[in-house]
């Protein structure tokens, strides 16, 4: 009896997660959905990623908690916020293929609208630092029309909220030394390893 009872909960559940999937998809078909997020494997565990129409938006680090994560996304972009995973696959994919050394460059629409004014200018200009280089936070603030305000770069890059895809861990300090890291500095080593910088 209990083995039947197990077997109809598993497609009971199968069964749930397919029609939500479909709910999913159709809400995405139909322009419902403002915000969809999905989970990505990642080296450093499950990440959180989130995207509306214009592009990725947010990808959070495991440490993360994902109710708060989608409760600050329902207050800064919209409420109508739905796990869509088919809506994520391209980020999915291109994440894959970056932690397994098949992509050196990223071919996402990223949406900056999470940043605002010094720090939407210095993440533009960090999205552009090529894989395999490094720039430190000196050359950032020259990008974004603030030549002596490396800290405050260094600040912005702190609050990158599209790490990896937008990659701030390719700036270092102006003597060479790695810097800080919001996702911390074993990540910041482990990404920049598997860029050939360490």
Known sequence: ?????????????????????????????????????AFVPSPFGTLLVA???????RLAYPDCEPDELLAELAASVSPRILESPAMLDDVRRQLEQYF?????????????????????RVLRATADIPFGSLATYADMARAAGSPRGARAAG?????????IVVPCHRVIHTG??????TGGLARKRL???LEGRL
């Not at 995207?51 to 938006?57: E, I, K, N, S, Y």
């Not at 600040?155 to 790490?163: C, D, Q, R, Y």
């Open 1 to 37: 009896m209990k083995d039947l009872e197990r077997l109809r909960d598993r497609d009971l559940g199968r069964a749930a997660q397919r029609a939500a999937a479909r709910f999913a998809e159709r809400a995405a078909a139909s322009g419902l959905i403002d915000v969809g997020f």
């Open 51 to 57: 995207a509306t129409p214009r592009g990725l938006v």
């Open 100 to 120: 397994a050394r098949r992509r050196q460059r990223f071919e996402l629409p990223v949406d900056f609208q999470l940043t605002h004014g010094f720090t939407r």
């Open 155 to 163: 600040n912005a890059l702190g609050a990158n909220p599209i790490p």
């Open 176 to 181: 060479g030394t790695i810097g800080g890291y």
């Open 191 to 193: 990404l920049l390893r």
